[in-house]
């Protein structure tokens, strides 16, 4: 996968495009070119190699036999590179003693289909084509008014047969030489010739998502890492109506736009590189928020999305409103600017009024696609949203801070009476309640965001729903092998009815929601549980290419055993690529306060990652820098003048 939205170039390992699957280069979810097959002497090379070398261009190595070859060592190595823009670069090598005289082919096809009818299998024929200076053009519509794909050849090909899509040279290869074909793939509207918006520019990707620099003894972070920025830069996308904004989209191939939720969660995560990002993705979210007359006023609109076999389906909307205040207070003590809080302070207030309105007298916040049935993960959104939207209502002069402080502890007060279940193994969290009061006593990894409480000033995090027995209660069932996969946690504990550890939500390991858990785990002083877990997400990403995916399969880990991927899995996708940085980060326990002016360190005592060193953090708009040694004690090397540490 080869991504720089809104390009994406999605190749098998051989490097051949052969049109099966979706397979095929593709601009705004349109397939510009299904099938790129080279041949040399008639016949394709001997694939040998395939890899990524960024996360927008991959590079494939093959060799070539030619009929003249005496022995069993091949003389020509074919070398291509493709990116998600749509240019490959075919490089062919002489290793013989004498000029080859090589006849190349490269036959080339599309259908120009969305990505949408590729995914339900239904992407219809393929287009005829027709020479078009030096390569081919296909145009799809009545009258060749739609839309329309080129490819254009440097050199040019000394002959094009547009009946057979075919491009062919005849090059020359002296001793020791090279010849290099360049293919240059390009959307247009088949009438007028134009083509698609730009995505993001580098430098402008650069400044939102930064890269850390990362030495620890243990050296998969760093490569995780260096992955995962180049995988949030290329999925940065665009808002067109406001071009110098942007946010994440959710992942590829199957979801190449932004959604609200998964872009805030991930702009949250990333908040020790940077608060650029966060304040972007909150203005573009900012102006999709209702702003009519109603009981909508403040809600930020997003779809239902399935909630495994024992829960309703659950509305990003609600998940998104109410992750929008946390991610600006946060922002906020990392060092959003006064200006930038002041003009998303209002879609905060509206966010809190909608919440207000929504929960009503009842405290606890019920699902709105289905009236009486109340989530977990819901109220414990609700709650960080009170506290943390409290705490910036207080802090601009606004008013509303002690209502949202008394309404958290009543819902803390609630929600223990009625979520919690006691039974002979020390309880659990249920995972909603039917509108009968019935618990759901399921268990599975979305009880992450109970531990997930938010952080306030001075370098503190909010309290929680859980009291402290109930929380060492939840890390201990987190570490038992029902929940812990060995790779990480699993969404649907597979003891419980309905487990599948190829669902989603149903048992599968989400990456981020088990990131949620380290953090969370840490803050809370449980380090084994959580080093556990951390050490089985670096583990999966060596088997993963340093380059994890939304989710894989909970399959329990055994000796020698390998995770075993998700056949409907984004890969690179924003939520796993911003739970790769949070999970470097996580060992030092930076808690910033940049409007307070303190930064407060609270690193694993057990130093799961060695001694790690992390630069190029940003507290405050300056930058940071930390040190933490084998014996988990903790140093800032870099910070920004005044920016005092705290305790």
Known sequence: MCVALPCLAVSPQHGQLSGNGIEGVYRSGRRLLSRCRLRIHGREPLALQGRLLSADVAEFLAVVRTPSESGPDPEVVVERSRDAQGTERITLRSAAARTLSLPVEIVLGTDLAELGAIAAGRP???????????????????????????????????????????????LELPPGASRTIELRVRARAARHGTEPAPGLSRPAARALVPEPGLECDDARPAALVATAVGDLRALLDRDPAHPADASLAAGVPWRCRTAPAEALWAARMVLPLTTRLASATLRSIARTQRTGPGADFGHIPGPLRDA?????????????????????????????????????????????????????????????????????????????????????????????????????????????????????????????RLPSGRPVPQMGAGAAHLLDTGLLGGGKHAAGLLDKAQTEQLARLFDSPALHSGWGLRSLGAKEQGHNPFGHRSGAVRVHETVVAIAGL?????????????????????????????????????????????????????????????????????????PGGSVALHPMRSAPLGAVQISGLSVGGEPFAVRVSRLGLGMVEEAGEGLQLGV
Request: charged share 20%; proline share 9%; hydrophobic share 45%.
């Open 522 to 594: 840490a803050a809370a002083g449980f380090e084994h549980e959580a080093s556990s877990l951390l050490r089985g997400v670096l583990d999966a990403s060596d088997r993963f290419g340093h380059r994890l995916p939304e989710m894989f399969a909970g399959v329990q880990r055994g000796a020698g055993g390998i995770p075993v991927p998700h056949p409907a899995a984004c890969r690179p996708a924003a939520l796993a690529a911003a739970a790769s940085v949070r999970l470097a980060v996580v060992p030092a326990g930076i808690r910033p306060d940049a």
């Open 124 to 170: 219809g024929p393929e287009l005829p084509a027709s020479v078009h200076d030096s390569g081919l053009r296909w145009s799809a519509g009545p009258d060749g008014g739609g839309v329309g794909a080129t490819v254009t050849a440097d050199p040019a090909p000394h002959d094009a047969l547009a009946s057979a899509g075919v491009l062919r040279w005849d």
């Open 308 to 432: 495994g076999p024992h829960l309703p389906a659950m509305c990003t909307g609600m998940e998104a409103t109410l992750a929008f205040p946390t991610v600006v207070a946060e922002a906020w003590r990392w060092g959003l600017s006064e200006r930038d809080l002041a003009e998303l302070l209002p879609a905060v207030e509206g966010c809190l009024k909608w919440l207000r309105r929504a929960a009503g007298e009842t405290v606890l916040l019920a699902e709105p696609g289905t009236p009486g049935f109340h989530r977990a993960e819901t109220q414990a959104h609700a709650h960080r949203a009170a506290l943390l939207g409290a705490d910036v209502l207080e802090a601009t002069g606004r008013p509303g801070a002690g209502f949202w402080r008394a309404w958290a502890e009543q819902l803390r007060y609630r929600f223990r009476e009625q979520f919690w279940l006691d039974d002979p193994g020390g309880g659990r969290p249920a995972a909603g």
